[in-house]
Antibody, heavy 123, light 106 residues
Framework: QITLKESGPTLVKPTQTLTLTCTFSGFSLSTSGVGVGWIRQPPGKALEWLAL???????RYSPSLKSRLTITKDTSKNQVVLTMTNMDPVDTATYYC???????????????WGQGTMVTVSS | EIVMTQSPATLSVSPGERATLSCRAS??????LAWYQQKPGQAPRLLIYGASTRATGIPARFSGSGSGTEFTLTISSLQSEDFAVYYCQQYNNWWTFGQGTKVEIK
């Protein structure tokens, strides 16, 4: 059974850097084809994809946020870490991590999601 | 960036009735289209991928169709647990979501 869980601060100040950790079980990020992504959702608004990392350390970033994001993995700990710099109140959202994979040589949807963690940006 | 547009924003349906949700892509995404269901306070759940393949454990009353730029999610007979927000997502070129359709009780 695949599970993912997000952790990190619930409150950050403007201009600070946010660091979120996704701890997962039921799969390995050293297995060919596996990926873990981050998606966020401001209160009452739609979902927005942020970043994704694959088993081979291939990293993808949302073009609109690329300059602020870094995604890394620690295979031995079954963790994926997302950092977002220069936080602003508009970044207030629930942040989700989710499992994905390469399917038939192409990218795929997010099939298993964590419960999400709410992050508020305020001074 | 591929923009996904969903319609309508809100759909009012009586239990037992059929619901039809639409999603349009700003350029072709082939069949690389997924649908998610999200209930209040919960994470999204994958319903459909490949435009028409139901994910594991998804009831047969959910069906998806379309390819290229026009897609449809149909719920054949709405159950009480189906009232939620539904998002489409393309994964042909990065990943982008639509703005969602809320299915509410009429």
């Amino acid at each position: 059974q695949i599970t993912l869980k997000e952790s990190g601060p619930t409150l950050v100040k403007p201009t600070q850097t946010l660091t979120l950790t996704c701890t997962f079980s039921g799969f390995s990020l050293s297995t060919s084809g596996v990926g873990v992504g981050w998606i966020r959702q401001p209160p009452g608004k739609a979902l927005e994809w942020l970043a994704l990392i694959y088993w081979d350390d291939d990293k993808r970033y949302s073009p609109s946020l690329k300059s602020r994001l870094t995604i890394t993995k620690d295979t031995s700990k079954n963790q994926v870490v997302l950092t977002m710099t220069n936080m602003d109140p508009v970044d207030t959202a629930t942040y989700y991590c989710a499992h994905s994979r390469i399917s038939v040589g192409a990218t795929f949807a997010f099939d298993i999601w964590g419960q999400g963690t709410m992050v508020t940006v305020s001074s | 960036e591929i923009v996904m547009t969903q319609s309508p924003a809100t759909l009012s349906v009586s239990p037992g009735e059929r619901a039809t949700l639409s999603c349009r892509a700003s350029q072709s995404v082939s069949s690389n289209l997924a649908w998610y269901q999200q209930k209040p306070g919960q994470a999204p759940r994958l319903l459909i991928y490949g435009a028409s393949t139901r994910a594991t454990g998804i009831p047969a009353r959910f069906s998806g169709s379309g390819s290229g730029t026009e897609f449809t999610l149909t719920i054949s007979s709405l159950q009480s647990e189906d009232f939620a927000v539904y998002y489409c997502q393309q994964y042909n070129n990065w990943w982008t979501f639509g703005q969602g359709t809320k299915v509410e009780i009429k």
